[in-house]
């Protein structure tokens, strides 16, 4: 079996980083979507995921869980297909930027969550948020400034792939950045990567909801009813 599980496309930025690239790739494997918050969500992914999490590739015989891991196994598997830029340099550049957003950025996660078919009032710019904005705009900025664009490291690679969720933010809460950024952002959003899943983000008859009381989940309305 060769499958590849996924939370929302709409909403969960993990699980479309590791996609993105799976389907750079052009691998034929199953996709599931599990969709997150709902009752039932945790025993299903217990079934197949040890972490009851996604995003999980299954392949063959191996099971390969977090964005990452998946991605550096594509890259093993797959060492010509241009994963990663070619050159050392700026293949540890894209590494070392693509392990900061796995790891960092908490203020830009929790007061903007991806909502890739939604537009949102920009929330109160704190320091800290403001400060991670600031952060992702530089990193952007000086990849491009290095590679001469369109992407980050000049073709598409992963970093592309773990940054595309943060571009989706950025439109969906139209926060600050600069006219190189912006630039950027056109050029990952037109890739025909991220137009199919924009559209399938789109289709989705999930929803899922943010507040005090935390997370809620529920089907959109059906445009019969």
């Given at each position: 079996m060769r499958k590849f599980v996924s939370g929302?496309?709409?909403?969960s930025s993990w699980s479309i980083r590791a996609l993105l690239m799976v389907r750079y790739l052009g691998l034929e494997v199953?996709?599931?979507?599990?969709?997150l918050d709902f009752p039932d969500t945790t025993a299903r992914l217990a079934e197949i995921s040890p972490t009851r999490k996604v995003p999980l590739l299954i392949w063959d015989d191996e099971s390969i869980w977090d964005s990452l891991a998946i991605i550096e196994w594509l890259n093993d598997r797959y060492p010509e297909a241009g994963v990663w830029p070619v050159e050392p340099k700026a293949r540890a550049k894209a590494r070392a930027i693509?392990?900061?957003?796995?790891?960092?950025f908490p203020t830009l996660r929790r007061e903007c969550p991806m909502d890739i078919r939604s537009r949102h009032v920009r929330p109160e710019m704190s320091e800290a948020l403001?400060?991670?904005?600031?952060?992702?705009d530089e990193i952007w900025s000086s990849a491009l400034e290095a590679s001469g664009g369109p992407y980050l490291f000049g073709e598409w690679s992963a970093a592309d792939a773990v940054y595309a969720p943060?571009?989706?933010?950025?439109?969906?809460?139209?926060?600050?950045?600069?006219?190189?950024?912006?630039?950027?952002?056109?050029?990952?959003?037109?890739?025909?990567?991220m137009v199919e899943l924009a559209g399938q983000a789109t289709a989705e008859p999930w929803w899922i909801k943010y507040d005090k009381n935390g997370r809620s989940a529920g089907f959109r309305p059906s445009e019969d009813s």
């Open positions: 929302n496309l709409n909403y199953e996709e599931e979507i599990v969709p693509s392990a900061e957003m796995h790891s960092g403001a400060n991670d904005v600031l952060r992702v943060v571009v989706t933010r950025f439109l969906t809460y139209d926060l600050p950045r600069s006219t190189t950024s912006q630039a950027y952002m056109v050029a990952v959003m037109s890739h025909p990567l």
